[in-house]
Antibody, heavy 118, light 108 residues
């Protein structure tokens, strides 16, 4: 069974950093690109970015709204994808989801809430 | 950035009746269109990808159609468990991938 579990969310002050983790199981992690999305509670879904699998270069792509403040990485030996968020802003407050694949996403984690507030 | 517009915002349908949801793209996305279902407090669930291909385990009452800029998700016979918000997403032109604002399906 494919499972994705996000962790690392919480309350953080503006300007600080936070790293989210997405631990995968039930599939060969290294064979898949991994994506991150976010959703302000009660609002719609926004794409944050994705990281390709190593056979496809292992490079990442980002939404313009987070470009330069966000880094997606992966550790295939641990089956974990990371979302490093720096210089956090109040408007980054959202539930963050990781998901499998980079075009459409067929499996999603349950999400982790990030609250940016002073 | 491609803007995805869904209509209606809310759809009330009786059990067993057909529900039809629309999604319009501001420019052609070819057939690179997915539909997701999201229930309160849950993660999105992939229903349809490549406009009309059902994801693994998705019941046959869900179907997708369209191309270019106009797309439709149909639920042929609405069940109580289909009450949710439905989102369309394009993955033809990036960055970014973009979603519609969602259609809430209610049981009448």
């Amino acid at each position: 069974e494919v499972q994705l579990v996000e962790s690392g969310g919480g309350l953080v002050k503006p300007g600080r950093s936070l790293r989210l983790s997405c631990t995968a199981s039930g599939f060969t992690f290294g064979d898949y690109a991994m994506s991150w999305f976010r959703q302000v509670p009660g609002k719609g879904l926004k794409w944050v970015g994705f990281i390709r699998s190593k056979p496809y270069g292992g490079t990442a792509e980002y939404a313009a709204s987070v470009q330069g403040r966000v880094t997606i990485s992966r550790d295939d030996s641990k089956s974990i994808a990371y979302l490093q968020m720096d210089s956090l802003k109040i408007e980054d407050t959202a539930v963050y989801y990781c998901a499998r694949r980079e075009l459409y996403s067929d499996y999603w984690g349950q999400g982790t809430l990030v609250t940016v507030s002073s | 950035e491609i803007v995805m517009t869904q209509s209606p915002a809310t759809l009330s349908v009786s059990l067993g009746e057909r529900a039809t949801l629309s999604c319009r793209a501001s420019q052609s996305v070819s057939s690179s269109l997915a539909w997701y279902q999201q229930k309160p407090g849950q993660a999105p669930r992939l229903l349809i990808y490549d406009t009309s291909t059902r994801a693994t385990g998705i019941p046959a009452r869900f179907s997708g159609s369209g191309s270019g800029t106009e797309f439709t998700l149909a639920i042929s016979s609405l069940q109580s468990e289909d009450s949710a918000v439905y989102y369309c997403q394009q993955y033809n032109n990036w960055p970014p991938w973009t979603f519609g604002q969602g259609t809430k399906v209610e049981i009448k």
